[in-house]
């Protein structure tokens, strides 16, 4: 659950967090790309365009007009001066201004300028600002070489409206150094007189083209200045060359690029994103593959190799940003590998105490059948050769080895009978004390059991229930357990007392006690020691039977013991509840 949350708290925040970034990119980009779009038509519409971004741009609070430093920087590099002017004709702003230039005007003045866009050597533009309540006039003066230049040529030079014959020369001379060309048109626009490089390249002007140059400057080749002849009504138009002019398009033209640029910038970055985002998710992928094709083969041991230890890990052992997201999908492949080596390992260990459980059964087995095959033999061949008393010897060395059989097969039996059915069939309440007590008589008043038992019981009763035959049979591979794999004249005491936690019985012997794998093997099925000196007799299932009778009653069963101090086993088993109170109802008449 907390996997999955992270997860889907990251991919959220990883798609929220892309959407965020690339809305600001847009706005970024299309705030660049309107940027570019404004300078082109600043570039084409020079000066104008300067001075309506100026406009545009130019916030007045208070009476104050607050001017960027970009904008001053721009008119100084272009030696060109700015005036805001409010509705009285003060001039509340000035930028770049010098001495000759007025701080106020009149009505007069502006029109004149609006008229002439001039201002004695200064060429005009100007443009209002309606966005007040108080209309503001922007001026913005400059010097016009060419204006000023061709005004000139016009006083020296001009004969009835064209240049005069024997002035050309000199003027031809003048504009070669200039780099520019001269055009007199007439009313209607043809060429009537050109001076200069390009003399026969123009025959006419169509009504609009002189406007548009003077509108748009920047898209053509040539700046130029235009003085027009009152008397003759002859126009002279100087062209002086100019560089970086840009190219006149459309403006849905200019808002189709706009739009394709924005895409193409789009795509390559989503591009850039799902590949990144490919490489940084597939590489944890393609890592639980190794580790997937490893286990298939059963290395379990080794879950990441070197090379994939040092992509994942650093190298003081915490893991990298990357794969922290598959923190706990890592912890459970290394605890999931741990586990299949462990069990793995437990069950080649269970393998191989199979193996020497069947070995020790098919020894147990063969050496009773022998000796049960040889009477046979014996008793087939020549039966009248054999007197009574021998005839019952063999009779009950057949009967006992046939116990002895029988035995095997029963414990076999059981082994699988426990596994099969957890719970007793028949439960009744029991005094531990009084069953433990009569178990350990039994072996008291066996003269074949070389040992002394000791019991020490409760002093109160102690009650559980349970099934008196499987707890009897409990005791019984306890205790002999204790009396078979020691010395004879062994000590063993077996004690019963009431504990916190339930109803305990501890069968203790001071004999030569158990290795520590033995010790862990115990209770293991088919487990029959490590110890070759013992006797092999035995089925190896007597403290699995054990072990399965004490927790088909809901108990526990544990062991201690050192080599050469003995060993204890300790039950506990849940006490039966108190039976409830009968109080007596009858009365007396």
Same mark, same amino acid.
């Given at each position: ?25 847009? =706005?970024?980009? *299309? ?46 590099? %272009? ?12 001039? =509340?702003?000035?930028?770049n201004t010098v001495a000759d230039v007025p701080s106020e005007y009149s009505v007069s003045s502006l029109l004149e300028i609006k008229e002439e866009r001039r201002l004695g050597k200064y ?8 966005? &007040? ?63 200069? %490089?390009?003399?026969?390249? @123009? ?23 235009? &003085? ?8 002279? =138009? ?61 290395? &379990? ?25 598959? @923190? ?36 147990? *087995? ?70 433990? %007590? ?25 009650? #559980? ?40 019985i501890m069968v203790a012997d001071q004999g030569v006690g158990m290795d520590e794998e033995t010790r862990i093997n115990l209770f293991?099925? &088919? ?54 109170? #009968? ?7």
């Open positions: 659950m907390r996997l999955r949350r992270r997860l889907a708290f990251h991919f959220t925040y990883q798609l929220i967090a892309f959407s965020a970034f690339m809305f600001c990119f847009l =706005i970024v980009l *299309l705030f660049f790309l309107i940027k570019h779009i404004g300078d082109d038509e600043m570039r084409r519409n020079f000066p104008m365009g300067v001075l309506n971004n100026i406009v545009s741009e130019t916030v007045t609070e208070n009476g104050e007009v607050l001017l960027s430093e970009g904008w001053k920087v721009l008119l100084k590099e %272009r030696a060109i001066w700015l005036q805001v002017v409010d509705m009285e004709g003060n001039v =509340i702003h000035a930028t060429t005009m533009d100007w443009q209002m600002d309606l966005t &007040y309540e108080d209309p503001l006039l922007y001026l913005m003066g400059r010097i016009d070489e060419g204006a000023d230049r061709l005004r000139g040529w016009v006083a020296d030079f001009q004969v009835n409206g064209v240049v005069g014959e024997g002035q050309e020369a000199a003027l031809i001379d003048e504009l070669a150094l200039l780099g520019g060309y001269l055009h007199v048109i007439d009313e209607q626009g043809t060429v009537i007189q050109s001076i200069g %490089r390009a003399n026969e390249e @123009k025959a006419a002007y169509h009504p609009l083209e002189i406007i548009a140059m003077q509108e748009q400057p920047g898209t053509y080749a040539t700046n130029i200045a235009v &003085y027009r002849d009152s008397v003759s009504a002859n126009t002279w =138009i100087y062209h002086t060359p100019q560089e970086g002019s840009v190219d006149k398009r459309p403006m849905m033209e200019e808002m189709i690029w706009v739009a394709v640029w924005t895409m193409v910038c789009v795509l390559l970055l989503s591009l850039t994103v799902a590949i990144w985002h490919g490489y940084r998710y597939s590489r944890p992928l393609l890592l639980f593959t190794g580790w997937f094709e490893r286990m298939g083969s059963g290395s &379990y041991e080794e879950v990441l190799t070197p090379k994939d230890r040092k992509r994942v890990f650093r190298k003081n052992g915490k893991l990298r940003t990357r794969f922290k997201l598959y @923190k706990e999908v890592i912890q459970s492949f290394y605890d999931m590998a741990e586990r299949l080596a462990e069990i793995e390992r437990e069950r080649k260990r269970l393998d191989r105490n199979r193996e020497e459980w069947m070995s020790g059964i098919s020894h147990d *087995l063969r050496t009773p059948l022998s000796s049960i095959q040889g009477y046979g033999y014996m008793l087939e061949s020549a039966p009248q050769d054999w007197d009574p008393v021998e005839l019952r010897e063999m009779g009950t060395v057949i009967r006992e080895k046939g116990d002895y059989m029988l035995e095997l097969i029963n414990d076999f039996s059981l082994v699988f009978h426990l596994k099969s059915e957890i719970r007793p069939q028949e439960l009744s309440r029991l005094d531990l004390n009084e069953l433990v %007590r009569r178990c350990v008589l039994k072996y008291v008043n066996d003269a074949t059991r070389k040992a002394a038992f000791t019991y020490i019981g409760s002093e109160a009763p102690v009650f #559980v229930n349970g099934n008196a035959k499987w707890l009897q049979r409990l005791m019984d591979n306890l205790i002999s357990n204790a009396v078979k794999h020691n010395p004879e004249g062994v000590k063993v005491e077996v004690r019963v007392e009431r504990r916190p936690s339930g109803a305990a293991e099925r &088919y487990y029959r020691g490590t110890n070759t000196e013992e006797s092999m007799e035995g089925s190896g299932l007597g403290m699995s039977i054990a072990k399965a009778i004490v927790e088909a009653h809901k108990g526990s069963v544990s062991v201690w013991s050192e080599m050469g101090r003995g060993t204890t086993l300790t039950v506990l088993l849940p006490e039966a509840d108190k039976p409830p109170i #009968v109080q007596d109802t009858c009365r007396s008449e």
